[in-house]
């Protein structure tokens, strides 16, 4: 690719033009394929990867820094590092589903249902915003904190102090009843 050309994409992201997607994806979309194949094996979920990587490309359009890295070296980056998220969630979802079926944690009797936890979803308005998002991601909508930090576009390191923090916030409104919350939460 001529240095000419890369400069002009680079100037389309930074102006947030769609363009650059486009001139991106023509360009280097069959190498980030080859990438995102190379990591995952499997082309149908290489697909989803360039797709994902491209999301992301777009989203942190800003903070790319030419004089940090090129560009290819920074789609690069970007492509493989969501193949790896992709595996490591893949096979995250697969171990945990063997584990229900071989674990004791969600054979819950009915006593270890408390009717006071049952409305927590509405407690979690009581709690600062960028606490609830985290929370309903977590609790809700079943993600993991890496797919938290992924889907929310937060760091990981970020998403685990808002998780503690979060709970501490609810356990104020609960009590000692908070112990269960905590054995349901998703850890990874």
């Known amino acids: ?11 389309l992201l930074a102006e947030g033009n769609e363009k650059a997607i486009s001139l991106l994806y023509e ?3 069959d190498t980030l394929y080859g990438v995102a194949y190379k990591v995952v094996r499997d082309e149908a979920l290489a697909q989803d ?11 942190k359009s800003d903070s790319y820094d030419a004089s940090k890295a090129k560009l290819f070296t920074w789609l690069f980056r970007i492509t493989r590092n969501t ?19 071989v674990s004791n944690v969600y054979k819950l009797g009915e006593d ?28 809700f909508q079943g993600m993991t904190q890496q797919e ?18 979060g709970l501490r916030e ?5 009590g000692p009843a908070m112990g269960l919350i905590a054995v349901l939460m998703p850890l990874s």
């Open 112 to 139: 270890a249902l408390k009717p006071e936890l049952m409305d927590i979803q509405r407690h979690l308005g009581s709690i600062e915003p960028k606490y609830q998002v985290v929370l309903e991601a977590l609790f």
């Open 27 to 29: 360009h280097y979309g």
């Open 170 to 174: 609810l356990k104020k409104i609960y």
């Open 1 to 11: 690719m001529s240095t000419l050309l890369e400069k002009h994409i680079v100037e």
């Open 83 to 101: 193949a790896i998220d992709k595996l490591r969630s893949l096979s995250t979802k697969s171990d945990k589903e063997i584990q229900i079926d």
């Open 49 to 59: 990867v360039l797709q994902e990587s491209f999301i992301k490309i777009w989203k």
């Open 148 to 165: 938290a930090s992924d889907e929310l576009d937060i760091p990981l390191g970020t998403i685990k102090s808002r998780l503690k923090i």
